[in-house]
C-alpha cells in the first residue's frame, strides 16, 4: 500500500479533523526536517553565526534527534493512523525540548532561536480544547523562563534577559490564541459546508430517486443540449442507451430537433413524434428552467398510445354492457333471417332470386361476425393461462391456417427460435395470431415469402413478429390503427385489432405496430412459462 493512502481502519482518525489541518500539519512538519538540517549544518561550519555555542557535540547531536523526530512523524501524517490531537501534541513536545535545548546551547533568548517556538504554537492552536492550547503554550513560556533564570543564575544575563523571555511569553500566547480562534473559525465553517454537502447529497439521492420512481419519462437537459438526468422510462420510451452527460442528438435526434424548435421560440408541431424500434409515439413537454430559456429545461415524455388507449378504455367501458346485451338480442333475429334466407333459396326459380337470398346470407354473416367480435370482448377477462411450446404451437398453426384461408404454402415463411415456452391462453393466442396473418394476407403481394412469421425469445419474453410485404401503414392510419370500429375496408368490422390487443393485455402480453421502412409488422411480445 502507498504511504499515501490512508488505511480504513485510519478514516476514523482522519474525521476528527479537517484537510487542511492535515496539509499545514504536513507543511509543519517539513519545516521541521528542513529547520533540524538547517541548524545541524550552520552548527558545524567552520564559520559560527551563533554568538556563542556550547557544547557544539551536543549541539549537534540534539539536532540530528529533531530532524530524526520529524523524520519518524513523516509517516503517521501521511497515512493518518493517529488521531489529529494526539500526533499535534506528540509534535509539540519534540519542539518544546530540541528548541529549548538549542536555545540554551546557542546562548539562550538572545540567540533568536526561542522565536521558532512561534511556529510550533500556532499548530498548536489548531487543537479543539482550549486548555490543551493553553498548556501547551504556558510549557514553551515556562522553558524559555526557565532557561532564562539558569542564565542569571550563572551571572551571565541580568534583568533585561527577563523582560525578553516575559515578552517573549506573552507572545506565545498571543499566537496560540489567535491560531486557536482561526482554527475554530475554520472548523465552523468546515462543519457548515460539511452539513451542507451532505443536505446537498441527500436532496440529489431524493431528487435521483423520485425521477426514476416516476411513471412518465423525464429527462433534464442544460442550455447545451446536454443530457444531466433521465430515468429508466426515458430510455424504454426513446428505445436507445442514453449516456450520462450525453448529447441529446445523439440519443434522441428526433426530440433534439423538437428541442431546437422550442429553444428558437417557435411553436411545436402538435402530433407526436415516432421513436424508437418499437414506434412509440409520443409528445415531448419542455419545462423551462429560466424565462429566457437558455439555462435548459425539463422533458417530459408522454406515450400518446398508453394515454389514448387509456382514453379509449374509458370511452368505451360504459358501452360495454350495452353492446353486450345488444349483440345477444341481436342474433336471435339474425338465426331466424338466415334461416328464412335458407329457406327462400330452396324455393328460388329465378336467378333475381337467388342473388337476392345470397345478398341476404352475405349480409347475415357479416352481422353474425360482428356480433362475435362484439361477444368476444366481453370474455377478454376469461382467461385460461397455460404454458404454450411455441415452436409446436406455431407450425401446427400456420399450416391449419393455410389450409382454412387457402393460402399458398410458399407465401407464408417461418422462422422459429426453438425451446421457447409462453403463458398464455391458447385460444386468445390462436385469435390473436389469426386476426394478424388474415390482415397480412389482405395486403401482402402473395409472392413466395410475403408473409413471415417469426419467434425471437429474450430473457423474461418473447415476441412473436407477423411482417407482410405490403405498403406501410401511413401516419394518418397508425394513429388510429387500434381503435374499435375504425377500418380501410368496406367489409371490415374494425374490431379484429382492437380485440387483438385487448386480449393481449389480458394474458400480460402486448400487441403494438412496429414501424419499417418497408411492409408492415405487428410484434406480440408474450410473458415466458411457468405461469
Excluded at 530532524?67 to 493518518?80: G, N, Q
Excluded at 415452436?391 to 391456417?401: E, I, K, N, S
Amino acid at each position: 500500500m502507498s504511504i499515501g493512502a490512508p488505511t480504513i481502519e485510519a478514516r476514523a482518525f482522519a474525521d476528527s479533523a479537517p484537510d487542511s489541518f492535515w496539509r499545514s500539519l504536513t507543511h509543519l512538519n517539513h519545516f521541521r526536517l528542513f529547520l533540524g538540517a538547517a541548524t545541524g549544518v550552520i552548527g558545524l561550519a567552520p564559520l559560527q553565526v551563533f554568538s556563542r555555542l556550547d557544547h557544539p557535540e551536543l549541539f549537534a547531536l540534539t539536532c540530528a534527534a529533531y530532524f530524526v523526530s520529524a523524520a519518524l512523524f513523516h509517516r503517521p501524517i501521511l497515512r493518518r493512523s493517529e488521531a489529529f490531537e494526539r500526533q499535534v501534541s506528540r509534535q509539540a513536545i519534540a519542539d518544546i525540548v530540541c528548541l529549548s535545548v538549542l536555545m540554551h546551547l546557542t546562548g539562550g533568548n538572545a540567540s533568536g532561536m526561542g522565536l521558532l517556538l512561534m511556529v510550533t504554537l500556532a499548530a498548536v492552536g489548531m487543537l479543539r480544547d482550549t486548555r490543551m492550547v493553553l498548556f501547551w503554550a504556558a510549557i514553551a513560556s515556562i522553558m524559555v523562563l526557565g532557561e532564562q533564570a539558569i542564565q542569571f543564575a550563572r551571572l551571565e544575563s541580568g534583568t533585561p534577559g527577563f523582560v525578553r523571555a516575559g515578552l517573549l511569553s506573552l507572545g506565545f500566547l498571543g499566537v496560540a490564541q489567535l491560531s486557536h480562534a482561526l482554527a475554530k473559525g475554520s472548523l465552523a465553517a468546515a462543519e457548515l459546508a460539511r452539513e451542507k454537502s451532505q443536505q446537498a447529497e441527500n436532496l440529489g439521492r431524493i431528487n435521483e430517486r423520485m425521477i426514476q420512481e416516476l411513471p412518465y419519462a423525464v429527462m433534464a437537459v442544460d442550455g447545451g443540449g446536454e443530457i444531466l438526468q433521465f430515468n429508466a422510462r426515458a430510455e424504454t420510451l426513446l428505445g436507445t442507451r442514453i449516456s450520462p452527460h450525453g448529447g441529446l442528438e445523439q440519443s434522441a435526434p428526433q426530440l433534439a430537433e423538437l428541442w431546437q424548435q422550442w429553444r428558437n421560440q417557435r411553436e411545436l408541431p402538435g402530433h407526436p413524434f415516432q421513436s424508437g424500434p418499437d414506434g412509440h409515439r409520443l409528445r415531448a413537454r419542455f419545462i423551462e428552467l429560466e424565462p429566457t430559456r437558455d439555462e435548459g429545461a425539463i422533458v417530459v415524455l408522454e406515450d400518446m398510445t398508453e394515454l389514448e388507449a387509456q382514453a379509449q378504455k374509458m370511452k368505451l367501458a360504459s358501452l360495454g354492457m350495452l353492446t353486450a346485451n345488444l349483440a345477444h338480442e341481436i342474433r336471435n333475429p339474425l338465426s331466424a333471417i338466415s334461416h328464412a334466407a335458407g329457406l327462400l333459396k330452396e324455393d328460388a326459380r329465378d336467378d333475381v332470386a337467388a342473388r337476392l337470398t345470397r345478398i341476404i346470407e352475405d349480409n347475415a354473416q357479416r352481422l353474425n361476425g360482428l356480433v362475435e367480435d362484439v361477444l368476444s370482448l366481453n370474455r377478454r377477462d376469461r382467461i385460461n393461462p397455460e404454458g404454450i411450446d411455441l415452436d409446436v404451437f406455431l407450425p401446427a398453426f400456420a399450416q391449419h391456417f393455410m389450409q382454412r384461408e387457402s393460402v399458398p404454402a410458399e407465401v407464408v415463411g417461418t422462422r422459429l427460435a426453438r425451446g421457447v415456452r409462453v403463458c398464455m391462453d391458447a385460444n386468445h393466442l390462436e385469435q390473436i395470431l389469426w386476426n394478424l396473418l388474415r390482415n397480412a394476407r389482405r395486403y401482402c403481394s402473395g409472392r413466395p415469402g410475403a408473409i413471415q412469421l417469426r419467434l425471437v425469445g429474450r430473457d423474461s419474453q418473447a415476441d412473436i413478429d407477423v411482417f407482410n410485404d405490403g405498403p406501410p401503414i401511413t401516419e394518418e392510419v397508425r394513429a388510429h390503427l387500434f381503435e374499435p370500429f375504425y377500418t380501410t375496408e368496406k367489409q371490415g368490422t374494425g374490431l379484429g385489432l382492437y380485440i387483438s390487443r385487448e386480449m393481449a393485455e389480458a394474458n400480460r402480453a402486448s400487441l403494438r405496430y412496429v414501424d419499417g421502412n418497408d411492409g408492415a409488422m405487428f410484434r406480440l411480445t408474450c410473458p415466458l412459462a411457468p405461469c
